[in-house]
Every structure is written in structure tokens, then in C-alpha cells.
């Protein structure tokens, strides 16, 4: 225990003797004495202690619980010397294992000293190695800087040769063979070569201008073999083109677009593609016309021969589907092409197809127009002609196409000898003019004239011609029917009295009237006739009043009226103007007032038109009450020395006009 007690550290007897002095005090030292004890201090400050924020104390406390196990007097008084013990076997622990250590640092240190002696050899050995290859080194530094170099010299020729040089097998597709077929692939190649051509002009403009140039003229070399083989193949596959209705490959319209760059050849090109088809057009015409269609349907066109209209119309019917398919067939052949004029290449090929069939088709028409079918069917084929000759040339445009100058011959053929035909019978008109008949209307070769004529306005109407050639024809027609017929009228009436004449004229211009009024274009000719009309009117009304008068007993009574002057003295002193005589003329007028339609010429009754009838009895009326009007002036006029002149005329004008309207 003294042992133990003197190994306790120096604070720990300090508290032991300040417990034994503080005992030994008295108590009446008071409790300041107390709180500066140190060992109540270190009391305090241990009870102060918190030990869930001390970590070291917490670790020392669960190393010490490993091992204190009980918790009594002599284990507290022996925890010092198991602590030293316990930590003088973990030292000599450490010792033992560390002494293995320096063991085996001390093997790793002599291998270091091993490997550092063979380093220090291998270095002079390497040094020895390098001054020997130094030379061998600075070569092959250089070589590999030439390699590079020379990489990159190769990766600029390849690049150089794939921008400005074909690949062996463009050069194979582009050589190929004559009879070889042209693919997608030899058009990718031409486009390639021509890139090549554009981009090599770059180098003309740098340091390698022999080089640009050499490739320059390899490849328009190139491209010329290209364009010649293209050229022979297209018109190799054109002369294949020969029936009737044909489908043109895409490859052909590329072949085209492709020789537009070459106008010689493109043009070459074009011409055997007309020719091809020309061929095909005529033998389908020649078939259309002899053996018809397949399977006989339709029929062949010559079986219709005898209707001339038809005939004609089924021919120029085909040529316009013929030509309307032709220039879609060129218009597919050239829809790649962007050339300018394309239009007018269009039009001169479809022109030259189609004049393989001008010769037929003028031969066949001109028989049918020669054989002079009549009038209407002559005017008919003329419209007909006319109409296709202005729908074809909306087809083939208004060039000088031989097919289109055809048609337009053979419609001024039709038209001249429509209008000869019209001739001819204008002048047998005149040539034996027929005479009126006895009902005064009409003849027969006026009848039939205008019965001609109808037909003629008529076909005329129901044409497609453009409108203003219309109107043109229809002056020209009615010129030459209306004129001689008139003229016919004229003559044929000429020995007949006035009222017949009159009458005959009016019937006979009344009908050219009613013939036209159906008709456009009529209105000037109209016109002239209702003057014409108008004229022979006048004459009708005058006739109608004097044949009133004359009945009547007024006509001579009239006349005295009107001739009377004043220097005869009175007017009932003129012979025949008395009272007397102007009453009894005044019976005969009543009777006329108590029924007028007693007193009409014949002639009227021959009239064909009643509204013209109608129109001359009320003139002729009116003149009549004029008439009557005057002479009840004068009667009743003091100077004239009437006595009791309402004796004499008991009825007024006013009176008079009453009754008879």
C-alpha cells in the first residue's frame, strides 16, 4: 500500500493532505475555507463533467470495461498496476510484431539495394546503347516525319482523284458498249462528268493549270463519247416507237434532258422521234380509214363514205384525237427538257407528224366536195372544216403546220363552191323568171329559195365557228340569196297593175321576212326589208282609199275639192259640186259607213300576212276620213254659198271616224 501510495501522482497526495489539515481545522473556519479546498474543486469539476461530450473519456471507459470485471476494494486498489500490466504486454506485443517488421524491411531493403545496382548497370548499359544508335535514331525521326508527309500527300491525291477523276466503274458504265441499253447509273456518270468539267476550272485559275487542263479535255473528250452513245441509243429506242399509241420511258425523257445540252443531236434526236411516229400516224389513219378499228369496232371510215358529212367528220375527228395524242406523247418525251422554245419544238414535230396524212385526207375531201353534194352540205362541211382547223390549231398553235394549211384549203374549196352553188341557182333564177301566181303570193322558185336558205341559216346557227367569222358569212349569204330574189320579185311583177304589184311584192317580202326573223345576224337585212315592205304599204293604202272613194261616189267630189281655187268663184257653182249631186254622192257614203268591210279591193284578201292587212284597212281608213274631213269644210264653209250645209252632210268628221273605226 505504501508503494501503491507512493506512486500516486503529486495532486492526488496534495488532496490527501488538504483532507487532513482541512480535518484537523476547525469547523469554524467557515465555508469560504470549503469552496477553496482543491479537492472540492476537482470533486466539482468531475461531477460537472459531462461525459456524453467527452469522446476520450467515453473510448477509456469501454477499454477499461473489457477487462474490469468486478467492481470491489481490491480490484479499485489494483486497477493502476492492471492498467501498467495490461499496457506493458501490449508494448512488448508491439515489440515482437515490429521487430518482424524490421526483419523484413531490412530483406526489402537489400533487394532495393539489388535492383538498384542492376538499374544503375542497365543505365550505363543504355547510356552506352544510345550514344552507339544515336544516328540510327535521328534517321528514323526523319523517315517517320517523310511518312507523314507522304500520308498526307496521298490523302490530297486521293481526294484530288475522287474530285476530278471517274471511278473505274463510271468509266465502264459511261464506255459501255454500242448496243448496250442506257440505265439510271450512265446518267449519274454524265452528271458526274460534267461536274468534274464545271469544277476543274478552279485549277485554270491556280499554279495547276496543265494539270486543270489535261482534265479538262479528258473529260469533254469523255463527255462527247457519252453524248454519242446517248444520241445513238435514243434514236435506236425512237425507231421503236411505231404503234399507234405508244408509252415513252423515263429513260428516254432523261436521255432528253440530258442531249439538250448537245442542240444538234437533241434536234437529230427529235426529228427520228417525228419520223417514227409519222409513220405510225399514217398506217393508223390508212387502217382507220380501210380496216377500222380492232375487232372491226368502229367501223371503217370509208363505210360511210356515202354520207359526206360523216365521212368527213370522222376522218378530221380521228386526226384531231391523233394529233391531240402526239403532243402529249412529245410532251412526256420533253418534260425534263428546259430549254427555251420547247413549245415551238412541240408544235414542229406534232406539224410534222401529222403531215404524213395530208395527202389522203386532201384526196378524199376534195372528192367529196367535187361531187357537189348540194348548198347546205357544202355549207355544212365548210363549218366542219372550219372548226377543226381552229381546234387543231389550238393543238399544234398556229405554225405553219401542212396539216392545218390542208384543212384550211379544203374549207375555202368548200366555201368557194358553196358559194358558186348559190350562184349557179341565183342566176337559173334569173334566168327564167316565173310569174306571179294568180293568188299573188309566193312562186315556187321563191319558196324553194328560201326553204334553201333556212337550211342554210340554219346549219349556220347550230355551227361552232368563232363568231365573228359567222357574222362575216352571213352577210355574204344573204348577199347572195336575198339580192337576186329581190331582183327576181321585181322583174316578175313588173306587168302586173299597181295593187297587184303591190300585193305580190308585199306576200313575197313578207316571206324573205319571216324566213330571216328566226336568225341572228338578220337585222340589217330586216331593216331593209320592212322599208321595202313599208314602200309597197303606201301604195296598198292609197289604192285601198281611192277604191273606197271611187265606190263611195266621194272620188270625183275629192278631187273637185282639192283642185278648187278661189277665183272660180263659189264652190257649189262647180260643175258637179252642187247641193244636189253632193247628196245623192252622200247615199252611196252611208251605205259605205253602214258596212265598210263592203268595200275592200280583192287584193287584200290575197294578202298572207293579217297584221299587215289590218294595218292598210286602218290607213286607208284614216285617209278616207281625212278626205271626208275636207270635204265637209269646204261645205261648210260660208264662201262656198251652200245653203243649209247640214242638210247637206249631216254627219261630222267626228261622226264619221266613229263609225268607222
Not at 412541240?346 to 403531215?355: C, L, S
Request: glycine share 4%.
Amino acid at each position: 500500500m505504501a508503494e501503491i501510495r507512493t506512486e500516486l501522482p503529486s495532486d492526488v497526495q496534495n488532496i490527501t493532505n488538504n483532507t487532513s489539515a482541512s480535518s484537523s481545522s476547525s469547523s469554524g473556519s467557515g465555508i469560504v475555507q470549503q469552496t477553496n479546498n482543491p479537492l472540492s474543486r476537482k470533486l466539482n469539476k468531475i461531477l460537472e463533467t459531462r461525459l456524453d461530450n467527452d469522446k476520450e473519456m467515453l473510448e477509456a471507459l469501454k477499454a477499461l470495461s473489457a477487462f474490469f470485471a468486478e467492481n470491489s476494494l481490491r480490484t479499485r486498489r489494483n486497477l493502476r498496476g492492471d492498467i501498467e500490466r495490461r499496457s506493458l504486454s501490449i508494448n512488448e506485443e508491439f515489440v515482437n510484431i515490429f521487430k518482424d517488421v524490421k526483419e523484413e524491411l531490412e530483406k526489402i531493403h537489400e533487394d532495393v539495394q539489388e535492383m538498384s545496382t542492376c538499374c544503375q548497370d542497365m543505365t550505363n548499359r543504355l547510356k552506352a546503347a544510345k550514344e552507339q544508335t544515336q544516328d540510327l535514331i535521328v534517321k528514323t525521326t526523319k523517315l517517320q516525319t517523310e511518312n507523314q508527309r507522304l500520308e498526307l500527300r496521298a490523302q490530297v491525291a486521293n481526294a484530288f482523284l475522287s474530285k476530278f477523276q471517274l471511278t473505274a466503274g463510271e468509266m465502264t458504265i459511261l464506255r459501255g458498249t454500242r448496243e448496250g441499253s442506257v440505265t439510271e447509273d450512265f446518267f449519274k456518270a454524265l452528271g458526274r462528268v460534267k461536274q468534274i468539267h464545271n469544277d476543274v476550272k478552279v485549277l485554270l485559275r491556280t499554279n495547276q493549270q496543265t494539270a486543270g487542263l489535261e482534265i479538262m479535255e479528258q473529260m469533254a473528250l469523255l463527255q462527247e463519247t457519252s453524248y454519242e452513245r446517248l444520241y445513238r441509243w435514243a434514236q435506236s429506242d425512237c425507231r421503236t416507237l411505231t404503234q399507234e399509241s405508244c408509252d415513252i420511258p423515263p429513260v428516254l425523257a432523261q436521255a432528253m434532258e440530258a442531249l439538250q445540252d448537245r442542240p444538234v443531236l437533241y434536234k437529230y434526236t427529235l426529228d427520228e422521234f417525228g419520223t417514227a411516229r409519222r409513220n405510225a400516224v399514217v398506217r393508223g389513219f390508212i387502217d382507220a380509214l380501210t380496216r377500222g378499228g380492232p375487232g372491226g369496232t368502229p367501223r371503217p371510215i370509208e363505210m360511210h363514205s356515202h354520207d359526206p358529212l360523216r365521212y368527213v367528220g370522222d376522218m378530221l375527228a380521228w386526226l384531231h384525237q391523233a394529233t391531240a395524242s402526239e403532243k402529249e406523247h412529245l410532251e412526256a418525251l420533253l418534260k425534263l427538257v428546259n430549254l427555251q422554245g420547247v413549245e415551238e419544238n412541240i408544235q414542229e414535230v406534232v406539224g410534222h407528224i401529222t403531215e404524213g396524212v395530208c395527202r389522203p385526207l386532201k384526196v378524199r375531201i376534195e372528192q367529196v366536195i367535187v361531187a357537189e353534194p348540194g348548198a347546205v352540205l357544202l355549207y355544212k362541211l365548210s363549218n366542219l372544216l372550219k372548226f377543226y382547223h381552229h381546234t387543231i390549231s389550238g393543238i399544234v398553235g398556229n405554225s405553219a403546220s401542212t396539216l392545218l394549211t390542208t384543212i384550211e384549203e379544203m374549207h375555202i374549196l368548200a366555201k368557194k363552191m358553196f358559194f358558186n352553188n348559190l350562184g349557179l341557182h341565183a342566176s337559173k333564177l334569173m334566168d327564167k323568171v316565173e310569174l306571179p301566181p294568180p293568188d299573188l303570193g309566193p312562186t315556187t322558185s321563191l319558196n324553194q329559195t328560201l326553204t334553201l336558205l333556212r337550211e342554210v341559216l340554219a346549219s349556220h346557227d347550230s355551227s361552232v365557228v368563232p363568231l365573228d367569222a359567222r357574222q362575216a358569212d352571213f352577210v355574204q349569204i344573204l348577199s347572195c340569196v336575198l339580192d337576186p330574189l329581190l331582183q327576181m320579185c321585181t322583174v316578175s311583177a313588173s306587168n302586173l297593175g299597181t295593187a297587184d304589184m303591190a300585193t305580190y311584192m308585199v306576200n313575197s317580202l313578207y316571206m324573205m321576212k319571216t324566213a330571216l326573223a328566226l336568225f341572228e345576224f338578220t337585222d340589217k337585212r330586216l331593216e331593209m326589208l320592212q322599208f321595202q315592205i313599208e314602200a309597197h304599204l303606201d301604195t296598198l293604202v292609197n289604192e285601198q282609199a281611192s277604191f273606197v272613194l271611187t265606190r263611195a261616189g266621194l272620188s270625183y267630189i275629192y278631187k273637185c275639192v282639192q283642185q278648187y281655187k278661189e277665183e272660180q268663184g263659189p264652190l257649189c257653182n262647180v260643175p258637179s259640186m252642187d247641193a244636189a249631186s253632193i247628196k245623192a254622192a252622200m247615199v252611196q257614203f252611208d251605205r259605205y259607213l253602214a258596212s265598210p268591210d263592203s268595200l275592200l279591193m280583192p287584193q287584200l284578201s290575197l294578202l298572207l300576212s293579217a297584221t299587215i292587212k289590218e294595218q292598210i284597212l286602218k290607213q286607208s281608213t284614216e285617209l278616207v276620213c281625212r278626205a271626208y274631213s275636207e270635204l265637209y269644210a269646204a261645205v261648210m264653209n260660208p264662201s262656198n254659198q251652200y245653203r243649209e250645209p247640214e242638210s247637206i252632210l249631216h254627219r261630222s268628221p267626228h261622226q264619221v271616224q266613229t263609225l268607222l273605226s
